[in-house]
């Protein structure tokens, strides 16, 4: 049966399966640390170990996307059996007792639990957005003539140099075409890194609902100057 430490963390005795689909389950102590967003075990309580001895496992409880009670197709031979899945893993875990399996898997889902706010309740999302604006200076463009030309068919706009009176050039024009120069200079020439990008404004985990089943799944995003990315974990 699974109890609170003195460091608020939740801790028990489950056995553990190996290896998946291999049947061999291995005796451990759990440590559910939700400060450390982590799930640990070791093998045995830490206080009975050696000093220094460190677990022998972890999952991260950011990558945890659902713990449920195996299935009897799942583990036909193994009572009180649960499952997390994590990423593209599964692990399988036997509890004590229906009790004992109950709790661990209330405990798992409640700590590794998705919560979406509900629309109307995001003031955060405002302040972000105007965060990552553009400075008020950047967003006032000077405006330029141009001259409308048919070529080909196909309509053409050309700058015109109000000094000279000429064809304006694309350096000639700062901040006009601040935009497509931008993208220019991202794609990637003969001979470079096609890996190389801009930096990124920020990155960490949200919750993403799916297109289809409007199921909500945790899902690592990236921002830059040019997209937006996300990913099932950090390590993609």
């Not at 998705?114 to 008020?136: D, Q, Y």
């Amino acid at each position: 049966m699974p109890y609170v430490d003195r460091q608020n963390r939740i801790c028990g005795f489950l056995d553990i399966e190996e290896n998946e689909s291999s049947g061999k389950f291995l005796r451990r102590y759990f440590i559910l640390d939700t400060q450390a967003n982590c799930l640990l075990w070791y093998m045995d309580n830490p206080q009975n170990l050696a000093v220094g001895a460190g677990a022998v496992g972890s999952l991260q409880l950011t990558y945890i996307s659902k713990v449920s009670i195996a299935t009897p197709k799942q583990k036909p031979k193994t009572p009180f059996c649960f499952v997390i899945n994590a990423l593209s893993q599964r692990y399988f875990l036997q509890a004590n007792d229906q009790k004992d399996l109950k709790d661990w898997v209330e405990a798992l889902n409640q700590a590794s639990k998705i919560t979406v706010p509900k629309a109307g309740s995001l003031p955060l999302a405002t302040e972000v957005l105007k965060s990552l604006a553009a400075p008020p200076a950047l967003e006032k463009k000077p405006q330029v003539a141009y001259r409308t030309e048919i070529i080909g068919g196909v309509v053409v706009h050309t700058p015109i140099n109000q000094n000279g009176g000429g064809d304006g050039q694309e350096g000639s024009e700062p901040g006009s075409h601040a935009i497509l120069r931008r993208s220019q200079s991202y794609i990637p020439t003969s001979g470079s890194r096609a890996s190389a990008g801009p930096p990124l404004i920020k990155s960490g985990y949200c919750v993403k609902q799916g297109n289809v089943r409007k199921s909500w799944k945790r899902r690592f995003f990236a921002l830059d100057d040019f997209t937006i990315c996300y990913f099932k974990c950090e390590q993609e």
